[in-house]
């Protein structure tokens, strides 16, 4: 069992949990906690967007979304007279103080129930234990937050908030316009979710028992569900 009664212990198991997941979550069996990475993910992710803001040409990325619009001329002045760089920071700091705690409750919500309705004995279990499941299998998350910082402190003003994040699908495979339709799926799309894919199938396994298959299942729908119902919407909008 691995000794997380002091930080240093908790901040390597940020490794091990990536490196050895099967010790982690029998850890997590006995003794669950899973405040570390749901705060870190919070606080890297306002770091995130504090610093972009900070480096960001402010009047040009107001320009890209409003032009992003397709507005009449006098509605674009309108737009430009509400935004500015301290109105899209306060609005994307707002958005993280939101977003973030509700995944991991959400996401923690659908590990209890799917506990409960596909996990047999060893999946009944309390809400507060799942919600550490979740917590720890979303640590690869710490990794894009890292690499998007790094890249946010070298990028040159006019770049896009899009830009800085190097794990997703935009912009590693394709630059789509802010215009798009595609454009917010692929840029939401963090290619490092199929590592926590993998950590919540280990994980899944080692609390009920249940063989691969029924754990990739489980493992994979709420993605399957999120990304494929928000493709459907996008296709059927072009029609």
């Not at 906690?33 to 040409?57: C, E, I, M, R, S």
């Not at 402010?58 to 006098?74: C, E, N, S, T, Y």
């Not at 215009?179 to 919540?200: E, G, K, R, V």
């Not at 993605?223 to 296709?235: E, H, P």
């Amino acid at each position: 069992m691995i000794d997380n009664n002091t930080i240093g212990s908790k901040l390597a198991q940020l490794i091990t949990v990536l490196t050895e997941p099967g010790r982690v979550f029998d850890d997590l069996k006995q003794r669950p906690g899973g405040w570390l990475p749901a705060v870190l993910t919070l606080v890297g992710t306002l770091a995130l967007a504090f610093l972009f803001f900070q480096k960001v040409d402010a009047a040009w990325m107001v320009d890209q979304i409003v032009a992003a619009k397709h507005l009449p001329a006098d509605q674009q002045d309108a737009v430009r007279h509400v935004l500015s760089g301290r109105t899209l920071q306060a609005m994307s700091v707002g958005s993280v103080v939101v977003i973030v705690p509700a995944t991991f409750v959400l996401m923690a919500l659908y590990w209890w129930l799917a506990g409960k309705v596909m996990g047999g004995g060893g999946g009944v279990r309390r809400f507060g234990e799942w919600f550490a499941f979740y917590s720890w299998s979303s640590v690869p998350a710490l990794l894009s937050l890292v690499i998007g910082l790094i890249a946010t402190a070298t990028m040159q003003p006019q770049t896009l908030f899009e830009s800085v994040k190097l794990t997703h699908v935009d912009p590693i495979f394709v630059h789509l316009a802010l215009d798009n339709p595609w454009h917010s799926l692929a840029a939401s799309f963090d290619l490092l979710m199929f590592w926590t894919i993998t950590l919540t199938t280990i994980g899944w396994q080692r609390w009920t028992g249940q063989g691969v298959g029924r754990a990739v299942f489980v493992s994979v729908l709420p993605y399957a569900l999120l990304y494929g119902t928000w493709a459907l919407i996008v296709a059927l909008s072009q029609h």
